[in-house]
């Protein structure tokens, strides 16, 4: 679809410039043998290239050994000395070279455990470690201070209760026991970390009865079954825990957060939650009776999993008590003040704070974030500076639920709505694969950008070996080849870009490395661990860390060329091109609902469940969908879609006539921008029902388990809701959305026919 909308606009660019301009340049990736930037008029673009080399050359120097060493020596977990002690740290390094620097605080409710226990009720007494051992060769994981394994803001608690094991956790796993005649009221389930966020399974079970959950990670995931442990492998230990937080939106709310402070208990959660590792689990799955779990509950460890819940079965104990207290965050602001446009932003950003140490999370980004200040730095000493403001920012508080970056973003809503023009994202990275989403309009940007940076394993640009991995995957599941384009996946959840992409309608992209979850290295094997430590990363994340090199460079690219480009280099044929996708998308997911339901209730009819059931599982039939599914009507939707294309083609093709004869001034520069500015706020709603602080009506985080990205949410939500006139009137609402933003797009274009 992609190379369909670039062909369009090379004819359209042939109509209205002539045969020579028909003969410029299409969108693609640019390389040494094609020396233009897309957002570059006339030499602006070898200036930009000569000043990336320099930049290059001044990371070559940077200490990043040193850097990532420093700021993992000690745990960086809210509240830590060693996390205020590396803000102050980052905030000096900032200063010494040459930013504009300050450090805003913000007070935050934190619940972290004081006293946990999870023991079996049975003549062993088994009980769970909630602290992990020091490991041979890792002099790192013999700190002290390091927070035991938890999940943050468990509501306080202390149960006796028959265990029972739910595999993942999920609304399937529930239904299945449903139809096996099983129960969880009033029981505390066992469940694998896999499938879903950590926030749904607890509310999950407690909707279902469940009086307590403990979640654990299974070595099938990432532990033995994937590889060698630490430290002779990379892969997760018996005694490794992941750490993590239930999340909860109401921390900064002045009215609920003294409620949940005195409450001990969230507003929509009340039973207590703890976190274990597989060699604990195996203790208390081991114990489990009744009937062997369904074959895909089954997991890595060596003995088949029991469901158990059976009367007279084992009990376990769950006790969670937190200190529920308030601790400050540490936002590190840094500023170098644009020539030309300084009321015009580009942010970029990564987390400080850690589970423990941090290094493959968040430390090896922080690591570039410091290269690349430097480089810029010194350069902007040196009289060489953007022409658009740059505010670099260590964020605090992304581990308890993505706070730091949402306060800050939320104290600077107005300001930042009117002078952001992108947000670039880092946080877990390592070696491998480039891997890049972010909003459909940055796809050009990206790809132009992985073209200029040399991948250190290969030796070819980091685009080309994406490209090359996208070739080969498709093959081996003989799938059609990827096009020689891709366009970005929108952003879900997930890390610190949320509140400007979501919330406020800035572009946003982010960017990391790594091997897929499914290749031969997992992205952060031992995630939310003790052992993410310096030791690791240098042995299996990125040793000698050339990727973080490499991320460095890819970022300045990012970010200087917004910062100098005279046109922002947005591409919305490719938002168009996404987005026709996502209605699709959306049209197919509400006929197969519609078609689920028939087939389901026909078969119910027919007994077929009962007469295919295995009958010595004892399975019930499952239960009957609702028939009444309407069919959606997106006409409005897709018309407005088509419009959005026509507006990007005609940009398209005005854009190529300027870039090839530079006339316009600055103002018109100023003017245009600004309205390329406005496309994609255009995209913004009055807020999502039920989530309100969410406004993008093309993106935000999904409500569906183990799915980070929903498009379209607005009309999405509606469907799934079964709520058939707000998704018409959604469709609606979206559609004028999409028109405003072409609007917006046709306005830019006007500006720049005015030369």
């Given amino acids: 679809m992609q190379i369909g909308i670039r062909a369009t606009r090379a004819l359209l660019c042939a109509l209205l410039c002539g045969s020579a301009a028909a003969a410029a340049p299409e969108s693609v990736p640019q390389s040494a043998n094609n020396p233009d930037l897309y957002g570059f008029l006339g030499a602006h673009a070898e200036t930009e290239r000569t000043l990336e080399k320099r930049l290059d050359a001044t990371l070559d120097t940077a200490d990043l050994d040193g850097w990532l060493r420093r700021l993992t020596s000690a745990p960086n977990h809210i509240g830590s000395p060693h996390n205020l002690?590396?803000?102050?740290?980052?905030?000096?390094?900032?200063?010494?070279?040459?930013?504009?620097?300050?450090?805003?605080?913000?007070?935050?409710?934190?619940?972290?455990?004081?006293?946990?226990?999870?023991?079996?009720?049975?003549?062993?007494?088994?009980?769970?470690?909630?602290?992990?051992?020091?490991?041979?060769?890792?002099?790192?994981?013999?700190?002290?201070?390091?927070?035991?394994?938890?999940?943050?803001?468990?509501?306080?608690?202390?149960?006796?209760?028959?265990?029972?094991?739910?595999?993942?956790?999920?609304?399937?796993?529930?239904?299945?026991?449903?139809?096996?005649?099983?129960?969880?009221?009033?029981?505390?389930?066992?469940?694998?970390?896999?499938?879903?966020?950590?926030?749904?399974?607890?509310?999950?079970?407690?909707?279902?009865?469940?009086?307590?959950?403990?979640?654990f990670s299974d070595p099938s995931e990432d532990g033995y079954v994937k590889g060698d442990v630490y430290p002779r492998g990379a892969w997760r230990t018996p005694q490794t825990i992941q750490r993590g937080t239930l999340g909860i939106d109401d921390l900064f709310d002045r009215e609920k957060s003294p409620l949940i402070q005195a409450s001990k208990k969230l507003p929509d959660l009340s039973i207590p939650v703890a976190t274990i590792g597989y060699g604990d689990a195996a203790a208390f799955l081991l114990a489990l009776g009744g009937r062997t779990g369904p074959p895909r509950w089954q997991g890595g460890l060596p003995f088949a999993y029991h469901v158990g819940g059976e009367t007279g079965g084992v009990k376990g104990r769950l006790v969670v008590h937190s200190q529920w207290q308030t601790e400050?965050?540490?936002?590190?602001?840094?500023?170098?003040?644009?020539?030309?446009e300084p009321d015009s932003w580009v942010v970029r950003g990564v987390h400080h704070d850690a589970w423990v140490l941090g290094a493959w999370d968040p430390h090896a980004g922080t690591t570039a974030l410091?290269?690349?200040?430097?480089?810029?730095?010194?350069?902007?000493?040196?009289?060489?500076?953007?022409?658009?403001?740059?505010?670099?920012?260590?964020?605090?508080?992304?581990?308890?639920?993505?706070?730091?970056?949402?306060?800050?973003?939320?104290?600077?809503?107005?300001?930042?709505?009117?002078?952001?023009?992108?947000?670039?994202?880092?946080?877990?990275?390592?070696?491998?694969?480039?891997?890049?989403?972010?909003?459909?309009?940055?796809?050009?940007?990206?790809?132009e950008a992985s073209a200029d940076v040399r991948d250190p394993e290969t030796g070819v640009s980091v685009g080309a070996r994406l490209q090359a991995r996208r070739a080969v995957v498709a093959a081996e599941k003989n799938a059609s080849a990827p096009g020689q384009h891709y366009i970005l996946e929108p952003l879900g959840t997930g890390s610190d870009y949320i509140a400007f992409t979501h919330h406020l309608g800035i572009p946003s992209v982010h960017v990391r490395y790594g091997y897929d979850r499914d290749g031969d290295e997992e992205s952060v094997p031992i995630y939310h661990s003790l052992y993410d430590s310096y030791t690791h990363y240098q042995r299996f994340g990125d040793p000698g860390l050339k990727y973080i090199d490499a991320l460095s460079k890819i970022d300045l690219r990012i970010v200087l060329r917004v910062a100098n480009a005279d046109i922002l280099p947005w591409d919305y044929a490719a938002t168009a091109a996404a987005l026709q996708k996502q209605i699709e998308d959306l049209q197919s997911y509400n006929r197969s609902l519609a078609e689920r339901a028939r087939r389901r209730n026909e078969l119910l009819d027919q007994h077929a469940y009962a007469q295919a059931a295995a009958t010595w599982r004892g399975e019930a039939e499952p239960p009957r969908q609702d028939p009444a599914i309407a069919q959606i009507d997106l006409t409005e939707l897709k018309s407005a879609s088509q419009g959005l294309s026509q507006q990007a083609q005609t940009?398209?093709?005005?854009?190529?006539?300027?870039?090839?004869?530079?006339?316009?001034?600055?103002?018109?520069?100023?003017?245009?921008?600004?309205?390329?500015?406005?496309?994609?706020?255009?995209?913004?709603?009055?807020?999502?029902?039920?989530?309100?602080?969410?406004?993008?009506?093309?993106?935000?985080?999904?409500?569906?388990e183990g799915a980070d990205l929903e498009t379209l949410p607005a009309i999405r939500d509606a469907i799934d809701q079964h709520q058939w006139d707000a998704a018409r009137l959604a469709v609606l609402t979206t559609a004028r959305a999409v028109e405003a933003a072409g609007n917006q797009l046709a306005r830019a274009t006007t500006i720049l026919t005015q030369h």
């Fill in 85 to 215: 002690q590396n803000a102050e740290f980052i905030a000096a390094q900032f200063k010494a070279f040459g930013w504009q620097t300050r450090i805003e605080k913000f007070p935050v409710l934190v619940a972290y455990p004081s006293t946990q226990q999870f023991k079996l009720l049975d003549e062993s007494g088994y009980e769970a470690h909630f602290s992990e051992p020091a490991v041979e060769g890792d002099a790192d994981s013999r700190v002290a201070g390091a927070l035991p394994g938890m999940e943050a803001y468990s509501p306080d608690g202390e149960i006796e209760a028959p265990l029972i094991y739910v595999h993942q956790g999920l609304s399937a796993d529930y239904e299945e026991l449903s139809r096996l005649g099983i129960d969880v009221a009033g029981k505390i389930v066992l469940v694998s970390s896999s499938g879903a966020s950590r926030w749904i399974k607890p509310r999950l079970a407690q909707a279902h009865g469940a009086v307590g959950i403990v979640i």
């Fill in 370 to 447: 410091l290269a690349e200040a430097r480089a810029l730095g010194q350069l902007y000493q040196q009289g060489i500076k953007p022409k658009r403001t740059l505010v670099f920012a260590s964020w605090d508080g992304e581990e308890i639920g993505i706070v730091g970056s949402r306060v800050w973003a939320d104290a600077h809503a107005a300001e930042l709505g009117k002078k952001a023009v992108l947000y670039l994202n880092n946080d877990t990275t390592s070696r491998g694969y480039l891997n890049v989403s972010g909003n459909p309009a940055l796809s050009r940007l990206i790809e």
């Fill in 651 to 704: 940009f398209a093709a005005i854009y190529d006539q300027a870039a090839s004869s530079p006339r316009l001034s600055a103002a018109d520069l100023k003017r245009a921008n600004d309205a390329l500015r406005s496309v994609e706020q255009a995209l913004l709603g009055r807020g999502l029902s039920g989530r309100s602080w969410y406004r993008h009506l093309l993106q935000a985080p999904s409500q569906q």
């Fill in 328 to 340: 400050t965050l540490y936002d590190v602001i840094a500023t170098l003040k644009g020539t030309e």
